[in-house]
């Protein structure tokens, strides 16, 4: 049955850090809703009321576009070992890019990953836990390593090409700011 609590509570926060993966789904006022598996080393609990992600640069930049329109986001937790359960928290997000002045104090709560692009921050409104029975059981081999090695091949400047490339705008045509909030001008950051 499911159960409804206003934020997190440290069995949510135990189980949150034993998850490998958790899923991100946000959408704007009228496109297309978006769902991604996350995985490395990239998400934090801050707070009772507060979680943070290192998003790294991959094919899309829905989540950003989508929290700058309308800022809704729903991430997921579910157990694929042990005890079945899903943990889903529900609130508003904001994408902090790296000329944002928090940038920094963020970063410093991650592991330094090739490729990050922003950090995801999301204002908790409900905390809701499922049963989780219907969810197979898989046996967790390890975190793939591709994406920061692609990011690393990369170099800064090729990152940077590929976010005025590919990340700028959404699918729906909406701007992920990531041009102007990470790149600027065009000088190094």
């Given amino acids: ?24 789904a946000t959408a704007d006022r009228e496109g297309r809703i978006n769902l991604s598996p996350k995985g490395l080393d ?9 979680v943070a992600w290192l998003n790294l640069t991959g094919s899309g930049n829905e989540t950003a576009a989508h929290l700058r ?8 937790f579910c157990a694929f070992q042990g005890d079945p359960l899903i943990l889903r ?4 997000g904001e994408a902090v890019h790296r000329r944002d002045e928090r940038w920094e104090a963020l970063a410093a709560k991650f592991p330094s ?5 922003q950090i995801m921050l999301m204002n908790i409104e409900l905390v809701q836990t499922s049963c989780g029975f219907g969810v197979p ?5 390890g975190q793939r390593e591709l994406l920061p090695r692609w990011a690393e091949s990369k170099g800064r400047d090729g990152l940077e090409q590929y ?16 041009v102007e909030l990470n790149i600027g001008d065009g000088k190094k950051t």
């Fill in 1 to 24: 049955m499911a159960r409804r609590y206003p934020a997190l509570e440290d069995a949510h926060r135990q189980f949150i850090a034993a998850q490998q993966m958790f899923f991100v």
């Fill in 42 to 50: 990239s998400l934090r609990v801050l707070d009772a009321s507060h």
């Fill in 69 to 76: 329109d309308d800022g809704r986001m729903t991430l997921m």
């Fill in 89 to 92: 928290l529900y609130g508003r």
């Fill in 113 to 117: 990953l090739p490729g990050a692009r």
């Fill in 137 to 141: 059981l898989y046996a967790f081999q």
């Fill in 163 to 178: 976010w005025r490339e590919r990340n700028a705008v959404s699918l729906d045509g909406r701007e992920t700011g990531i």
